[in-house]
């Protein structure tokens, strides 16, 4: 089965820009989270998609967003990007998101904010 | 009260030793604790994980310890190997917060020489 998958794997962008990651999960999947991953901050809770509809959010400004579609396939977006949304951005996937299903998560989108 | 604190922030392990990673947790309404393993370059990738109602839990070489009453819960590492070298995140959830919305601690660096 494949695992979760991040597209682009490098991103770099410039302030002010804005820019769309994308998510596919493993196959039979449901709930998709999204987690920011920096040196100084950890691992830190973005946001959680479950049947298309976000079930959960973390302490980020309403510049980061996301979405679901049909297929679970997720897409998150972050507007006027500023320095320090330079980041490794980590997709994970789970069967429906209850303590017996664990999340799994893909290899990151590592964005650059020049 | 949403924090996960963990020690050591590195730790240096000769072959064939113990490695221990300790983890604290402050909030009550937690109830699912798992542990990722993190390589440069990856996602992280799920170890082992537990759940309050049990104190410990083994995998292999690697061993969950589960202290209910301290709000404290531990990774052990058997017979390290040099291929155990990688990052270590301990993580809490559960409650209103959800299963999918883990609160991370900072992460060891483990080490493991010939």
């Known amino acids: 089965k494949a695992g979760v998958t991040q597209t682009p794997r490098y991103l770099i962008k410039t302030r002010g820009q804005q820019v769309t990651l994308s998510c596919s999960p493993i196959?039979?999947?449901?709930?998709v989270s999204w987690y920011q991953q920096t040196p100084g901050q950890g691992l830190q809770f973005l946001f959680e998609?479950?049947?298309?509809?976000?079930?959960n959010k973390g302490n980020f400004p309403g510049r980061f967003s996301g979405r679901q579609f049909s297929n679970s396939r997720s897409e998150m977006n972050v507007s006027t990007l500023e320095l320090g949304d330079s980041a490794l951005y980590l997709c994970?996937?789970?069967?429906?998101?209850?303590?017996?299903?664990?999340?799994?998560f893909g290899n990151g989108t590592r964005l650059t904010v020049t | 009260q949403q924090q996960v604190k963990q020690s050591p922030q590195s730790l240096i392990v000769q072959k064939g030793g113990i490695s221990i990673i300790n983890c604290a947790y402050e909030?009550?309404?937690?109830?699912?604790f798992p542990w990722y393993q993190q390589f440069p370059g990856k996602g992280p990738a799920l170890l082992i994980a537990?759940?309050?109602?049990?104190s410990e839990k083994k995998e292999g070489r690697f061993t969950i310890s589960f202290n209910k009453s301290a709000k404290q819960f531990s990774l052990h590492i058997m017979d390290s190997q040099p291929g155990d070298s990688a990052t270590y995140f301990c993580?809490?959830?559960?409650?209103?917060?959800?299963?999918?919305?883990?609160?991370f601690g900072a992460g060891t660096r483990l080490a493991v020489h010939p």
């Open positions: 196959s039979g999947h449901r709930s």
């Open positions: 998609y479950f049947s298309e509809t976000q079930r």
């Open positions: 537990i759940r309050p109602d049990v």
């Open positions: 994970a996937s789970s069967l429906a998101g209850g303590q017996g299903s664990p999340l799994h």
């Open positions: 993580a809490a959830s559960g409650g209103s917060g959800g299963y999918n919305k883990l609160i």
């Open positions: 909030n009550t309404a937690f109830d699912y």
